[in-house]
T-cell receptor
Framework: KAGVTQTPRYLIKTRGQQVTLSCSPI?????VSWYQQTPGQGLQFLFE???????NKGNFPGRFSGRQFSNSRSEMNVSTLELGDSALYLC????????????FGPGTRLTVL | AQKVTQAQTEISVVEKEDVTLDCVYE???????LFWYKQPPSGELVFLIR??????QNEISGRYSWNFQKSTSSFNFTITASQVVDSAVYFC?????????????FGKGTLLTVNP
């Protein structure tokens, strides 16, 4: 079974731009979560989607948004990029229940200049 | 609020040594789940183990073993006879029973370097 895939793997943007990251979950998984990883803050939860609905949200500004499609694929968008948004963005998928194990993708490395 | 503490920021060992990574957690829930993930230099988080709060049995998987003690709120991870390929950052994580604020809370991670 294929794992979680994320595209693109690397991105370079400038301040003020916006960016869209994509995540395809493991086949059969219906829940997708997003995390931001930085050296200073570590791994922080962004949001979780299940059946095209946001089920939970972390403490991030409204510039961070996401959505999930009917095939469970998910995208996250960051608008008006700031230097501090430079990070590794990890997507994880799980079957359905909030307590199911999350399996992670390779991440998208975003650099904001 | 949930909290996971990995007090060891970095550990360096020589190949074949045993090494234990510590994890201490805080939660108000009686039902919760604990996880360990490995993050090699490639960046992908690799799932290692999941343990629920009602199962305190220790687990062994090859060279890996886990010691879960509710009395001390600890979930420690031991690698026996370490190998260079074990070099990575290891994260301990906690999730609650699935309430409205479900999420994985991660520790800061422990960088393990295994030298030949």
């Amino acid at each position: 079974k294929a794992g979680v895939t994320q595209t693109p793997r690397y991105l370079i943007k400038t301040r003020g731009q916006q960016v869209t990251l994509s995540c395809s979950p493991i086949s059969g998984h219906r829940s997708v979560s997003w995390y931001q990883q930085t050296p200073g803050q570590g791994l922080q939860f962004l949001f979780e989607y299940f059946s095209e609905t946001q089920r939970n949200k972390g403490n991030f500004p409204g510039r961070f948004s996401g959505r999930q499609f009917s095939n469970s694929r998910s995208e996250m968008n960051v608008s008006t990029l700031e230097l501090g948004d430079s990070a590794l963005y990890l997507c994880a998928s799980s079957l359905a229940s909030r307590t199911d194990t999350q399996y992670f993708g390779p991440g998208t490395r975003l650099t904001v200049l | 609020a949930q909290k996971v503490t990995q007090a060891q920021t970095e550990i360096s060992v020589v190949e074949k040594e045993d090494v234990t990574l510590d994890c201490v957690y805080e939660t108000r829930d009686t039902t919760y789940y604990l996880f360990w993930y490995k993050q090699p230099p490639s960046g992908e988080l690799v799932f290692l183990i999941r343990r629920n709060s009602f199962d305190e049995q220790n687990e062994i998987s090859g060279r890996y073993s886990w010691n879960f003690q509710k009395s001390t709120s600890s979930f420690n991870f031991t690698i026996t006879a370490s190998q260079v390929v074990d070099s990575a950052v290891y994260f301990c994580a906690l999730s609650d029973s699935g309430g409205s604020n479900y999420k994985l809370t991660f520790g800061k991670g422990t960088l393990l370097t295994v030298n030949p």
